[in-house]
């Protein structure tokens, strides 16, 4: 068994002498995680930080066995924003999540696209913005979506201002009535262009938090990882 494809680095520790095991996110493979000779090396070590860009070769005997990885590194990511700390904890959490919420193997083509745009905008303005979006998409994506399309009390489409923390479904403040004090704040400026200010930017990332910690990690059965709980601190 043998693939060949641009993959994103999520995780490299090191395994036995001078090999490192590596997990990396596929656009046509998924996620993989596998032997790599040599990574754990003076020379390749620094260059396998979390968000760089590889071109990877897997290669087992038979598709159930661990594998073992050639890769050559393209480019990194961590290097070009050393000095900005919030963009580097943005890093942190997204390969952590892909890394928490995928199961290996099986590919997430849409989430892989999602995952690489936000990664070569880290850093730049705007991109928190970018990061609550892709924690939808990434529910989206592992089965967990929210419907945010209409008002499920009266089914229109503009004016939603809520989403039920129980449904996840999408509520005007006309059809919240008495009930918006039991609903989370579904941010305006929550959409691809849109733009959130600092409130908007929490509530987004309240709304996508409860249903990662409600829904995903209660079926995981795990709690979220630690690298998104910094973000948050730091968004703060």
């Keep these: 068994m043998e693939w060949r494809d641009e993959a994103i680095l999520l995780a490299s520790r090191p395994l036995g ?25 003076r020379k390749m070590a620094p260059l396998l930080q979390p968000g760089a860009q ?34 580097l904890l943005g890093l942190g959490a997204v390969c952590a999540l892909t890394r928490y919420a995928l199961p290996e193997r099986q590919p997430y083509p849409e989430l892989y696209r999602h995952t690489l745009a936000l990664l070569d905008r880290l850093g730049q303005p705007g991109w928190l913005h970018d990061y609550a979006l892709w924690e939808l998409t990434l529910l989206e994506e592992t089965g967990y979506g ?66 990662l910690t409600d829904w995903l990690a209660r079926a995981m059965d795990k709690p979220l990882p630690e690298a998104r709980a910094r973000l948050l601190r730091a968004v703060a």
């Design 146 to 211: 929210l419907d945010l399309a209409q008002c499920t009390v009266t089914g229109a489409t503009k004016g939603l201002a809520y989403v039920s923390p129980r449904t996840g479904r999408a509520v005007t403040a006309e059809g919240a009535g008495d009930y918006a004090a039991r609903l989370l704040p579904l941010p305006e400026g929550l959409r691809p262009g849109g733009a959130l200010d600092a409130e908007g930017l929490r509530n987004a990332l309240a709304l996508s938090g409860h249903f």
């Design 54 to 87: 590889l071109d990877a070769t897997w290669r087992a005997r038979l598709d159930s066995q661990l594998g073992n990885f050639t890769v050559e590194p393209l480019r990194g990511r961590a290097g070009a924003i050393l000095s900005d700390r919030l963009a």
């Design 17 to 41: 002498e001078g090999t490192a095991l590596i997990d990396v996110f596929s656009g046509l493979h998924g996620r993989y995680g596998g032997a790599l000779r040599g990574g754990a090396s």
